[in-house]
T-cell receptor, first 111, second 112 residues
């Protein structure tokens, strides 16, 4: 079945560590996105990519990095520079003008 | 960029009808989405409007007025399982790309 898969579902990080969240899709979508959601908040855009080997900063890119080496994959690294990384992270994909399809999310907690 | 405004919380009774409003300001409008999100889960797509008017899909309908920068999601025959957060998202043109931006969401509580 086609879909979008995020892993891990839960992740704990010590302060000062980098962590990478995986996002894979087999929907043949061109566009992929990373959003962050804090309690009681909407989704805020971290990074997006419209095509392989190209990506753009969203509204809250500081402290994060991404790569888009393959169409199917858009991993997000949360670096130690991100001062408040505890959040629910959602990856999504779409045709460029279509609805977003979301993964199940990754919940990151900093210890 | 854009400014998207929705009520923070609404309550309604099982079997009733509820309307969730969304207002927005944007410079390059290219469609409005409504998503449903249950606690701890990913959002799921409900509706998409790009032209003015009403789109109906079962118990859910969505309306758009581009001139007023206004949309609403109408939920009929409410069920307990409709208790969730409802997210309004506007897609507009950013640096040549069409990117959806989300409002803060409306938490709907359905009680018996």
């Amino acid at each position: 079945d086609g879909g979008i898969t995020q892993s891990p579902k839960y992740l704990f990080r010590k302060e000062g560590q980098n962590v990478t969240l995986s996002c894979e899709q087999n929907l043949n979508h061109d566009a992929m996105y990373w959003y962050r959601q804090d309690p009681g908040q909407g989704l805020r855009l971290i990074y997006y990519s419209q095509i392989v080997n190209d990506f753009q900063k969203g509204d809250i890119a500081e402290g994060y990095s991404v790569s888009r080496e393959k169409k199917e994959s858009f991993p997000l690294t949360v670096t130690s520079a991100q001062k408040n990384p505890t959040a629910f992270y959602l990856c999504a994909s779409s045709w460029n003008t279509g609805e977003l399809f979301f993964g199940e999310g990754s919940r990151l907690t900093v210890l | 960029g854009q400014n998207i405004d929705q009520p923070t919380e609404m309550t309604a009774t099982e079997g009733a009808i509820v309307q969730i409003n969304c207002t927005y300001q944007t410079s390059g409008f290219n469609g409005l989405f409504w998503y449903q999100q249950h606690a701890g889960e990913a959002p799921t797509f409900l509706s998409y409007n790009v032209l003015d008017g009403l789109e109906e899909k079962g118990r859910f309908s969505s309306f758009l007025s581009r001139s007023k920068g206004y949309s609403y999601l109408l939920l009929k025959e409410l069920q307990m399982k409709d208790s969730a957060s409802y997210l309004c998202a506007v897609r507009d043109q950013v640096r040549g790309s069409y990117i959806p931006t989300f409002g803060r969401g409306t938490s709907l509580i359905v009680h018996p």
